[in-house]
């Protein structure tokens, strides 16, 4: 009742909003990089506009954010985690089925990976997946139904361990990994409180660029990069039915993000950038590693949700199973 009251709230907040004012609807670990991303949108927008804009921000995990613009949460634009939270929101008509198409490099304008966030030190001597589930050790990962940065972490496990052994060895390595997993939080940003302020785990599964944060934040920690990840794909979509007089404001908005300023800022903020002059300046600042695409590992999200996270897919038969062997 009280995720209801806070979303007619927002809902009645946004009805009759003027031209000059826009609402992102994002994923969680976003909210550094928009509050910057914003000033700098704002500028560039009364330049070739010569109108001035205010950019509302609402953050959660991605598959909830994306829920709650379903239920009505009045977006002009959503820049969630990946490109299947963007597809439901699209299947109920609320903008085209070809959104992804409207923008370069099918609609996502940086991209980042999953890495391995442990303590100071890495007690637990971790460095590779097959660490994961070792005897004893504890995971921290979102819940893959809620939050997209769990399932990039939960292809990528299930990927590499593909990639070696086939089929049935990534199975069982899911089975394994979602037993090592003591607590689900909703969403990539609660997930790193569990992990870093109450201290439950040994390791978390985050976001790249949201593990640098984190280390600023909770210098106790450290990063550890695995050889073999999955390319984490995040994606903007105009809400064309939502948008209506802030259309031209909202399509900007998003084309903006591929300018040269706003490559160097998702740099600047650990995402790695699309463009090849601010991926060069920030080469130095990425580790290299091998990324999985999401077609070697699932096919296409179509298909990862139906075989992985679909209610009784491979992610709910992991997560009944959670006794460690």
Known sequence: MRILLLLVSFTFAFCGRKENALLNVSYDPTRE?????????????????????????????????????????????????????????????????DWQQKLPNNSSPFYSTIVFVVRKGNPRNIHDWPDLVAPGVTVILPNPKTGSSARWAYLAAYGQAKKTGGKAAADEYIRKLIAAVPIMDTGARAA??????????????????????????HPDLQIIVPPVSIRAEPAVAVVEKNAGPRLKAAQE?????????????????????????????????????????????????????????????????????????
């Open 192 to 217: 790193l409180t569990t992990f870093a302020e109450r201290g439950m785990g040994d390791v978390f599964l985050s976001w790249e660029n949201d593990a640098y944060l984190a280390l600023h934040e």
């Open 33 to 97: 990089f928009f509050h910057e991303y914003n000033e700098l949108f704002q500028t560039h927008w009364k330049k070739v506009s010569g109108e001035d804009i205010q950019v509302t921000q609402s953050h959660g995990g991605s598959g909830k954010q994306a829920r709650a613009v379903i239920d009505g949460l009045p977006a002009d634009v959503v820049t969630l985690g990946c490109s299947y939270d963007i597809d439901r929101i699209a299947a109920r008509g609320l903008l085209p089925a």
């Open 253 to 325: 908005y998003l084309t903006y993000l591929y300018s040269e300023e706003a490559q160097d800022l998702a740099g600047r903020h650990h995402y790695r950038p699309r463009s090849a002059a601010a991926a060069s300046r920030y080469a130095s600042t990425f580790p290299n590693l091998i990324l999985l695409d999401l077609t070697e590992v699932a096919g296409s999200w179509a298909q990862a949700d139906k075989e992985h996270f679909a209610d009784g897919a491979s992610f709910d038969q992991a997560y009944q199973k959670r006794s460690r062997p």
